[in-house]
């Protein structure tokens, strides 16, 4: 059985904030950070509004695209790295509550900025297998509530957003559906992204003695980037390779938007032009799990995407993680 991606929709909160406004802020630049990493600006959620709140909207916009009746959905992922609690309860039981959706599974998925990707495959095998018929997708992430807004080599990188996605199956005769998935781990890296206190292995015994940093995202930046740019040119290679096929063949490349010198460096090694990559983050600079949905919205919005197009989805993440999707629009 193949399966589609029915609709898409998407969010992003409705405060936006500049290079210039952050530079007032943090000792940075307009164009330290456009030269950087390609970043504009970044839409951060007001203090009020959670993860879940963003899903929820970007929910609506891909349920009311697909024409479906919200109880048809037999079970909602999300992928985040920054739910509205530590653990549990899951994010996805909150959207399904604030969804008013009776009867569904509901569970995360905890992947970094890879986790669209792997949510897609995971919903994508459940409604092959037959598990369910209808999936709501998400990636939605809130990094600036773990942001270190005193630390100018992280705080400049993060937005906050949320990405939408229906999956069900293809009718007879459709082109569509999603052809071939890449999911690779690499825990070796893991401190090289991560936010450290919090969880079993640094929990927080008294909040007095915790570091602020450490309840904050951290990066090295340079390991993180190094990892990115080969994975992202291998990702590509094997995925397009073991489907027999070419760049060429590829209408269009979502890259996780993280950084435009990830993308401009990887397409380099591959001899490959920028063209068919779409590329969003000068807007929303990295909205992690979001990021793949958002620009794929967009993109769909633009009147630039075909029926039939192919597309091809690379990310890379915390864990580290790192995976690609291959699909027919």
Same mark, same amino acid.
């Given at each position: 059985?193949?399966?589609?991606?029915?609709?898409?929709?998407?969010?992003?909160?409705?405060?936006?904030?500049?290079?210039?406004?952050?530079?007032?802020?943090?000792?940075?630049?307009?164009?330290?950070?456009?030269?950087?990493?390609?970043?504009?600006?970044?839409?951060?959620?007001?203090?009020?509004?959670?993860?879940?709140?963003?899903?929820?909207?970007?929910?609506?916009?891909?349920?009311?695209?697909?024409?479906?009746?919200?109880?048809?959905?037999?079970?909602?992922?999300?992928?985040?790295?920054?739910?509205?609690?530590?653990?549990?309860?899951?994010?996805?039981?909150?959207?399904?509550?604030?969804?008013?959706?009776?009867?569904?599974?509901?569970?995360?998925?905890?992947?970094?900025?890879?986790?669209?990707?792997?949510?897609?495959?995971?919903?994508?095998?459940?409604?092959?297998?037959?598990?369910?018929?209808?999936?709501?997708?998400?990636?939605?992430?809130?990094?600036?509530?773990?942001?270190?807004?005193?630390?100018?080599?992280?705080?400049?990188?993060? $937005?906050?957003?949320?990405?939408?996605?229906?999956?069900?199956?293809?009718?007879?005769?459709?082109?569509? $559906?999603?052809?071939?998935?890449?999911?690779?781990?690499?825990?070796?890296?893991?401190?090289?992204?991560?936010?450290?206190? $919090?969880?079993?292995?640094?929990?927080?015994?008294?909040?007095?003695?915790?570091?602020?940093?450490?309840?904050?995202?951290?990066?090295?930046?340079?390991?993180?980037?190094?990892?990115?740019?080969?994975?992202?040119?291998? +990702?590509?290679?094997?995925?397009?390779?073991?489907?027999?096929?070419?760049?060429?063949?590829?209408?269009?490349?979502?890259?996780?938007?993280?950084?435009?010198?990830?993308?401009?460096?990887?397409?380099?090694?591959?001899?490959?032009?920028?063209?068919?990559?779409?590329?969003?983050?000068?807007?929303?600079?990295?909205?992690?799990?979001?990021?793949?949905?958002?620009?794929?919205?967009?993109?769909?919005?633009?009147?630039?995407?075909?029926?039939?197009?192919?597309? +091809?989805?690379?990310?890379?993440?915390?864990?580290?993680?790192?995976?690609?999707?291959? +699909?027919?629009?």
């Amino acid at each position: 059985m193949r399966v589609k991606i029915a609709s898409v929709g998407a969010y992003v909160p409705e405060k936006r904030i500049s290079n210039e406004e952050l530079a007032k802020s943090v000792e940075t630049s307009d164009e330290w950070i456009r030269s950087h990493t390609g970043i504009g600006s970044r839409h951060i959620c007001a203090k009020d509004e959670a993860t879940s709140d963003l899903a929820v909207k970007a929910a609506e916009q891909a349920i009311a695209s697909a024409g479906i009746d919200k109880q048809e959905i037999e079970t909602i992922i999300v992928a985040s790295a920054s739910g509205d609690f530590v653990g549990f309860p899951s994010t996805s039981c909150i959207v399904q509550e604030r969804l008013g959706i009776t009867s569904c599974g509901a569970f995360d998925v905890a992947a970094g900025c890879t986790g669209f990707v792997y949510a897609l495959e995971i919903g994508k095998s459940m409604v092959a297998s037959g598990s369910s018929s209808t999936i709501l997708v998400i990636g939605v992430d809130t990094l600036s509530k773990i942001t270190n807004w005193e630390d100018r080599n992280t705080c400049v990188l993060f $937005g906050d957003g949320a990405g939408a996605a229906i999956l069900m199956p293809a009718s007879d005769g459709e082109k569509s $559906g999603i052809i071939d998935s890449i999911l690779g781990s690499d825990g070796s890296g893991a401190e090289y992204l991560m936010r450290k206190a $919090g969880g079993s292995r640094y929990p927080i015994d008294d909040p007095k003695t915790v570091e602020k940093k450490d309840l904050c995202i951290a990066m090295d930046g340079r390991k993180v980037y190094n990892f990115a740019v080969r994975v992202n040119t291998e +990702l590509i290679t094997s995925i397009l390779e073991r489907n027999k096929l070419s760049f060429e063949n590829v209408d269009w490349v979502i890259p996780h938007q993280a950084n435009i010198r990830i993308i401009q460096a990887a397409a380099g090694r591959l001899g490959i032009g920028l063209e068919k990559f779409f590329i969003n983050i000068e807007e929303y600079a990295n909205t992690s799990a979001a990021s793949i949905p958002i620009a794929l919205n967009q993109l769909a919005g633009s009147g630039k995407l075909k029926r039939g197009d192919l597309l +091809l989805f690379v990310g890379f993440g915390a864990g580290l993680t790192y995976g690609a999707n291959l +699909l027919r629009w």
